[in-house]
C-alpha cells in the first residue's frame, strides 16, 4: 500500500460547526504532515508529526487542532473557522522529518467555509 | 529571508520540448524536489537533485546547480496529460520543504 488517503473529500461548514478531517497511511511513514493550499498558491506547511508527536507548528491560529491518535493516522479538529480557511488541506507522510525524504500526498479534502 | 522563483504559466505544443526553470535563496539547502500536480489533486513526486548536473528519468530530465542556486525540469515529446502544474521545493537546513508558486504549463495540440 503505496497511497495516502483523506477524507471527507469535499466538505462545507459553516463558521460555528466542528468538523474533523482525517488522513490515513500504511507505508511505516514515521512523519505526518498537514498542508493548506489555496489556489494557484504553492502548499503552506500547517503541521510535522514525526514519531507521533508534533514537530513543527507554523504559528497555525487555534481553530485547527492537529492530533496524531497512532503511528498510521492523523486528525485535523476544526472549530470556528472563517470563510478564508476555505482551501485545499493536503496530508502528506515520509519516511522521517529530519532527512531527506520524498513526501507522498494524499488527493486532499477541499474545504468550504460558509 | 526563503526564496523560490519559478514562471508562473509557460506555453508548449504537443510533441515538443519544455524547461521549466526555478531559482533559489535558502538557509541551507539539503536537496531540491520537483512535484507534478493536477488541478484539484494532490502533487506528485516527479523528481529529487542533491548533486550537481543532470538526472534523467524516462521523458523527464532534472538538472542542478547548488553554486547558481538553479535548477530546471525537461519535459520532452510532451503528452496533452502534461499540462500541470509543477512545483519546485528546496530542502532547507531544518529539513522543511520550501515551496516555489508553481508553473502552470499549457499544452497545445
Known amino acids: 500500500d503505496t497511497e495516502v488517503t483523506q477524507t471527507p473529500k469535499h466538505l462545507v461548514m459553516g463558521m460555528t460547526n466542528k468538523k474533523s478531517l482525517k488522513c490515513e497511511q500504511h507505508?511505516?511513514?514515521?512523519?505526518m504532515y498537514w498542508y493548506k493550499q489555496k489556489a494557484k498558491k504553492p502548499p503552506e506547511l500547517m503541521f510535522v508529526?514525526?514519531?507521533?508527536?508534533?514537530?513543527i507548528n507554523e504559528s497555525v491560529p487555534s481553530r485547527f487542532s492537529p492530533e496524531c491518535p497512532n503511528s498510521s493516522l492523523l486528525n485535523l479538529h476544526l472549530h470556528a473557522l472563517q470563510p478564508e480557511d476555505s482551501a485545499l488541506y493536503l496530508c502528506?507522510?515520509?519516511?522521517?522529518?529530519?532527512?531527506?525524504?520524498?513526501?507522498?500526498f494524499g488527493p486532499g479534502t477541499r474545504l468550504t467555509v460558509l | 529571508g526563503q526564496n523560490i522563483d519559478q514562471p508562473t504559466e509557460m506555453t508548449a505544443t504537443e510533441g515538443a520540448i519544455v524547461q521549466i526553470n526555478c531559482t533559489y535563496q535558502?538557509?541551507?539547502?539539503?536537496?531540491l524536489f520537483w512535484y507534478q500536480q493536477h488541478a484539484g489533486e494532490a502533487p506528485t513526486f516527479l523528481s529529487y537533485?542533491?548533486l550537481d548536473g543532470l538526472e534523467e528519468k524516462g521523458r523527464f530530465s532534472s538538472f542542478l546547480s547548488r553554486s547558481k542556486g538553479y535548477s530546471y525540469l525537461l519535459l520532452k515529446e510532451l503528452q496533452m496529460k502534461d499540462s500541470a502544474s509543477y512545483l519546485c521545493?528546496?530542502?532547507?537546513?531544518?529539513?522543511?520543504?520550501?515551496w516555489g508558486a508553481g508553473t502552470k504549463l499549457i499544452i497545445k495540440p
Open positions: 502528506a507522510s515520509s519516511q522521517g522529518s529530519s532527512d531527506i525524504n520524498e513526501q507522498f
Open positions: 507505508m511505516g511513514h514515521r512523519a
Open positions: 508529526y514525526s514519531y507521533e508527536k508534533l514537530s
Open positions: 535558502t538557509s541551507g539547502f539539503n536537496g
Open positions: 537533485n542533491v
Open positions: 521545493a528546496v530542502v532547507d537546513s531544518n529539513y522543511q520543504l520550501i
